[in-house]
């Protein structure tokens, strides 16, 4: 048996990152950007006004003037006017641009407005610059808004939207195949017979995946016999990235994806890893016309298969895609908790905030790793090291959030 963090390096080491494309901006929701994109201009490109107002000189009113005749109007998406007199002032409109000469927008609500002339209302006070959101004091021209490597999210978007980016390098999406193994596994609309059960997690891996951006995906199901394992696994090869298995892992007598897989002529990386959920987890690749897959044989029990794939699959796809890894999340034990096995364990926890801000993470009792209803209930696990057996209230461990 391996350590997890063997298992980690293990997969890392393998992974080569897939080719990147260009894609419409339209089409890159959730793709990880493979360029750095730089500010086309200054941001913003002049001297806004926050407030719908008036602009004028600031010097005015240092000099005690309280009343402004009105000379003109700037609205947003007209051009630049300029205050001739610095004893009148413009009517201006948020996100116009400020004119010439003004230094200062007073809002419309501090005014009193009258025959063509705006007046201060007693008590506003003001400042030089004030209602200005100057030309490029958010960014200016040049700068590096976003880095390779970050997903294309709304707000990455709406960035790369804002400095005219109609088409984005991204990496290539992953082609994923699902196959999940079982005789006693049916479909969801069957009415199983009493030895028979539903299949879920076929559904809940591409869920996952779809929710953590990975929406390339395709599913089947085969019965637990050797030929049909090896044949699946072989057309599976020719056309797939990434091959995710599940079930048949372990050492039952029909468990037979060990043998079909390296009959298919994937290269075993390891089994075994020393923790719970989890443990039978098989990983190897395949190298075939200059091309990789990369294939995960998952346990089939629903709790050992979803946390597998959080803990190492997703991952691995980020890795893939040269997504630069986020900050690990931490919470803290609700409850002290024991854990005898050496073995690494990944604890499905409710995860709850007190007023002060921090994560607390509350074990959930549950049955064995066929349990999956209760850990419907759960927003993750916590990773509890493999060689300590008490873990005490308050202490903090890395959290891993389930994809959602
Ligand atoms: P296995 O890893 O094939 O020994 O399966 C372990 C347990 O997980 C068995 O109880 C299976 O019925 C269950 N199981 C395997 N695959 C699935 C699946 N796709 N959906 C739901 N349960 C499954
Ligand atoms: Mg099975």
């Given at each position: 048996m391996i350590t997890v963090e063997e298992a980690e390096q293990l997969i890392a080491s393998r992974l080569e990152p897939l080719p990147s494309e260009t894609v419409s901006i339209e089409n890159a929701a959730e793709r990880v950007l493979m360029e750095s994109l730089q500010a086309d201009?200054?941001?913003?490109p002049f001297n806004r006004s926050t407030f719908d107002g008036i602009a004028l000189s600031y010097g005015a009113i240092e000099q005690g003037q309280r009343a402004f005749p009105i000379v003109g109007t700037g609205f947003a998406g007209s051009p630049k006017l300029e205050?001739?007199?610095?004893?009148t002032c413009v009517e201006i409109m948020t996100g116009a641009p400020l004119p010439d000469n003004a230094d200062c927008v007073v809002k419309i609500e501090d005014l009193d407005i009258e025959n063509g002339s705006a007046r201060i209302k007693d008590g506003v006070s003001l400042s030089i610059g004030y209602g200005v959101h100057p030309q490029a004091s958010d960014s200016a021209k040049g700068r590096t808004l976003l880095e390779r490597g970050c997903r294309l999210s709304a707000k990455e978007l709406s960035v790369a939207a804002s400095i005219g980016k109609a088409a984005l390098v991204v990496s290539k999406q992953p082609r994923i195949s699902i196959l999940t193994t079982g005789d006693e596994l049916v479909a969801v609309e069957a009415s199983p017979l009493p030895h028979q059960i539903r299949r879920s997690n076929d559904l809940a891996l591409q869920t996952a995946l779809q929710a953590a951006g990975y929406t390339n995906v395709s599913r089947s199901h085969i019965v637990d016999d050797l030929e049909e394992t090896q044949h699946a696994v072989t057309s599976v090869l020719k056309r797939a990235d990434v091959l995710i298995l599940a079930g048949?892992?372990?050492?039952?007598?029909?468990?037979?994806l060990p043998e079909a897989l390296e009959a298919a002529g994937v290269d075993k990386a390891f089994q075994w890893i020393?923790?719970?959920?989890?443990?039978p987890l098989w990983f190897g690749d395949c190298k075939r016309d200059g091309r990789r897959t990369y294939v995960f044989a998952l346990p089939g029990n629903p709790v050992s298969c979803f946390t597998c794939l959080h803990r190492y699959v997703l991952p691995a796809l980020d890795r893939l895609c040269g997504k630069r890894p986020g900050e690990a999340r931490y919470a803290k034990l609700a409850s002290e908790f024991q854990f005898k096995p050496p073995l690494t364990l990944f604890l499905p926890v409710l995860l709850s905030s007190d007023s002060s801000g921090q994560s607390w993470a509350e074990p959930l009792p549950f049955n064995?790793?066929?349990?999956y209803i209760s850990v419907a209930r759960t927003q993750g696990f916590i990773e509890l090291p493999k060689d300590e057996i008490n873990f005490a209230k308050g202490a903090p461990f890395p959290f891993t959030p389930w994809s959602i």
């Open positions: 201009r200054d941001l913003p205050l001739t007199d610095p004893k048949g892992v372990s050492k039952g007598k029909r468990d037979f020393s923790q719970r959920p989890g443990k064995t790793s066929g349990d």
